[in-house]
């Protein structure tokens, strides 16, 4: 078989291609040579039947992950169900199911049967809770049987932590909050405990074997983002950003579609820095951005707190958002914090792509304020991102449209700024 | 009487400066230069009496004001007087009182004696309510008595729109919003009907005369903000900013303290751009951005929109935030609204001082950071920005702190980064 890039290298258009291409609007010669580029990923695991395939690339609309899945300790697989339906109806690009415990290969096959956005996984959270769930127990044996079979499963894309090495660990341990990637710290204290390299990084071949036979996507995963303000753009993250760009090459050589995982949290003027130089060491590959949060203070509104880095990601140079709920840094996210959390970074990705002229990319705003200097308000709620809540909103206020014909209740009827500049504007035309 | 820009200049220390000194823990030295140069503003009418004067600069903490006041069809006196209540517990560093209607001075009489940050109000809405309410009965005469009055009671700051011209008028209404400021579209409405220039303009000295008397901080009005993206950075703008840059030279010939408002709606890339521009042209003067909202088509989520472009205006040079809350664009904001407005901008203006190194802003994430690897979540709550919402939040998922001593139920105890990061940490180390 051959992955959706060796296709688009050897010039061969794809039903995914042509799929993608039109999802986005755009020529699908434009898919075929930003794929063969490794400028964009198109994870269209072939197992995974019920895809309906989007392309993740700086040349195409920003898109939004969606993270859910069950911990040890809370929810279910009913209640991670739910969740899975509210991040599509909130417009999730991609969904990822974190899920640790017991029997995660039939939720994830239900997972699979209803996601038609491509699916991702962290296969060593699968890894570690096969082998009874402490990290201590960690083998590399059940990871790479773990990546075969979720392969074969149908997983579209997966994180692999390849690379965090031995000699980064004590730059990371040396950071106020250390290491706070699930994986990064789990193969941390294995490299540690039997004094090896990262399995994942020495046997990165078979990786690439299994990701080549299932065209998965592999997303480079940063073990070692930074997890506070103060320990951004340090040794550690890019000692391991330099390894991640040896990757890239490695997935690129052997026809594997790869993207590449980063920070975190970070100082809003850091950002651009960093998206360009991860950019330029990962060789163009796509960005995929965790937030990153700018600023630790706020826990119950990290959903904010990163939207706002993850707009600034977008612009200069992100191509994937992953979301970050309100619940970050507290608990597990609920139904209602899934969908506040896409509609806050769907608002981050969506301002990106405008104010970087993606081509269309305003024309919803355009036809929002003609909507609104219309004061057609049904109009604006169906044109809206999220129109139930802002119809739910406005109603609240003025329960009736014909009160609001020429105005709102904000400044009222005489003091309707809109109104007065569209009397004058007819009066002066006329 | 002398104002804090003339006493500044003359190398007088006041008691307004003293206090500004000690709440940013600054020399006083410096306020005072930053006040001489025209850099910053300290809004402190001396008949102001409940006031604890703060400063707005550059140089200083990034600050945000809140928007309160009744409509023509919305609220009362008691309900705008509970907003104020809830403004400053959320940390408002300034209010502005925008109600129209009758009897304001009464209104404002209470206000004032309730807050202890400076207070500003936009005259022309007295004058056009005083005059019957209808924008087509503003009378010049009028809005001067109501500047006058309004200094003479304690007013700290007023938005006064002296740039907008009559020959902007046909640039604006060329626009997909026209004119979206409501001082600037009865401005712009009245010119065009009497056929005569801006009195704010072409009696700009009389307004300099009642502001000097009362050391009254003028915020030079943008009438012509843009309403929507696809307005921003026009022609229309950039006439009127020409013009606030010349009112500003004239303020500071004369003594008065004065700060420049800017956009609006913009798109997240143009924000440098504006913000360095009005700095360049109006020499310095403070900058007090209304957002920018970075894109259109989120109704209900505007304090989110909005605080993504603040985040960018406050670390490429604005001073001061004009907050939004999830109502704009749908109607007036409730007690509730007023506290998720504030949450969104404190975050921004932050995140902005974080972001520009301001000395001693990244000591509260770190401080954060530190109660969080200690899994110390009672100190987390005391120190978060709204404690109460993140202990409820903790709670709903976590009924007890004595099950997250060492993890939280987001990863489960197995799988917390932290908690494995730290073992491996005292491991290496012991």
């Known amino acids: ?27 699908v010669s434009q898919v075929v040579a930003e794929l063969a580029a490794g400028r964009a990923v198109l994870p269209a ?20 992950n969606a993270n859910i899945g069950r911990s040890t300790e809370r929810s279910d697989d009913e209640t991670e169900l739910a969740k ?46 096969r082998t009874g769930g402490a990290v201590e127990a960690f083998d590399p044996e059940v990871l790479f049987s773990v990546i075969a079979e979720q392969a074969e499963q149908g997983v579209d894309f997966m994180t692999l932590h390849g690379g965090i090495l031995k000699a980064h660990v004590p730059l990371a341990l040396k950071r106020l909050a250390g290491i706070v ?28 074997a299994v990701c080549q036979a299932h065209d998965v996507t592999i997303s480079l995963g940063d073990g070692l983002r930074p997890g506070c303000q103060a320990d951004a753009s340090d040794e550690a993250q890019f000692a391991e950003l330099d390894t991640l760009g040896e990757l890239v090459a490695r997935c690129r050589a052997r026809g594997v579609q790869v993207m590449v995982e980063g920070p975190g949290h970070v100082p809003f003027g850091q950002i651009q820095m960093n998206v360009e130089r991860a950019t330029r060491v990962c060789a163009g590959a796509p960005f995929y951005v965790l937030g990153p949060v700018v600023t630790d203070v706020a826990p119950g509104y990290d959903h904010i707190t990163s939207c706002i880095g993850a707009t600034a990601a977008a612009y200069y140079g992100a191509a994937l958002l992953c979301y970050v709920t309100p619940a970050e840094h507290l608990g597990l996210p609920t139904e ?54 802002a119809r739910k909103r406005f109603r609240q206020t003025s329960p009736t449209f014909a009160e609001a014909l020429d105005h709102c209740s904000m400044c009222g009827a005489e003091f309707c700024a809109m109104r007065t500049s569209q009397k004058l504007a007819q009066k002066l035309s006329g």
């Open 181 to 208: 990637s699930r994986g990064g710290a789990i193969l941390a204290a294995w490299m540690m405990e039997h004094r090896q390299e990262n399995p994942l990084y020495t046997r990165f071949d078979e990786v690439l």
């Open 1 to 27: 078989m051959k992955t959706q890039l060796e296709l688009a290298r050897a010039g061969t258009v794809s039903a995914a291609m042509q799929s993608a291409a039109s999802a986005e609007r755009v020529p």
């Open 84 to 129: 899975l339906k509210v991040a599509l109806a909130a417009g999730a690009d991609c969904v990822m199911d974190l899920s640790v415990g017991p029997n995660l290969a039939s939720l994830r096959k239900a997972m699979l049967a209803q996601c038609a956005a491509p699916f991702g996984t962290v296969p060593i959270y699968e890894a570690v809770s």
């Open 336 to 389: 209602k914090e899934v969908h506040e959390g896409l509609m806050a970074y769907r608002i981050a990705a969506h301002a990106a792509d405008v104010a970087r002229n993606l081509p269309g990319a305003r024309d919803w705003d355009d036809a929002m304020t003609r909507a609104r200097i219309k004061f057609d308000w049904d109009g604006q709620f169906k044109l809206a991102l999220d129109g139930d809540h």
């Open 45 to 64: 695991n072939p197992a995974h039947t019920a895809l309906a395939p989007g392309i993740v690339g700086r040349a195409f609309r920003t898109k939004v």
